[in-house]
């Protein structure tokens, strides 16, 4: 063992009351600095999740209006599948309006150009019946591809809650280290 002299244990003495103030002082300013860096922490992974929140309203706001797009589709394509049952049925009876009229032999020169004009209307029709079920295919093609973009819109919908997942998962080994406050 070693003799010291009161002198030298004094030195002793206050020399370790500094060293530990020094201590704790370094561990109030590591803790502090941990304390922060999970709020930083803590903070991002939130944000993170407020985004990802975000996405995933911004996506069944759009998958509605894509679903709202469908049904409106559908009904528009009923009601031309109806105007071209309709024009049909107009289209038939302008043509025994001109069978009538050229097989009537009293009706004059008028009475033809009349029949003349109804065929022209007739051709009108039956152009405006093929541009009708021309619109009833673009209708369906349109329809078609709203439901791939839909389709699309699902998949990147699992591709934001698969971040998510793995934004979580990333954070598990963090909070081992700095366990949140």
């Known amino acids: 063992m070693m003799n010291l002299s009161r002198e030298q244990l004094v030195i ?3 020399g370790m009351v500094e060293l530990a103030k020094k201590a704790s002082e370094e561990e109030t300013i590591t803790n502090k600095s941990i304390r922060i860096t999970n709020n930083v922490i803590v903070f991002f992974t939130l944000l993170g999740a407020v985004l990802a929140i975000s996405i995933l309203g911004l996506f069944f706001t759009l ?3 894509i679903d709202h797009s469908i049904a409106s589709m ?3 394509e009923k009601q031309i ?3 071209s049952e309709i024009v049909d049925e107009v289209s038939f009876s302008i043509k025994g309006m001109v069978y009538s009229m050229n097989t009537l032999p009293e009706i004059d ?3 033809s150009g009349l029949g003349r004009s109804t065929q022209q209307i ?3 029709l039956s152009e405006m019946k ?4 021309q619109v009833a295919f673009d209708a369906g093609y349109v329809r078609y591809h709203t439901f791939q973009i839909n389709q699309r819109f699902i ?3 699992k591709a934001v809650g698969n971040i998510s997942y793995s934004l979580h998962e990333s954070a598990k080994p963090v909070q081992q280290f700095f366990p949140l406050p």
Do not use: C, H, L
């Open 74 to 76: 559908t009904g528009i």
């Open 122 to 124: 007739n051709d009108y």
């Open 63 to 65: 998958k509605g209006a």
């Open 155 to 157: 998949t990147m919908n």
């Open 81 to 83: 599948g109806q105007f």
């Open 130 to 133: 093929a541009q009708t079920r």
């Open 12 to 14: 002793f003495s206050e």
């Open 109 to 111: 020169e008028n009475v």
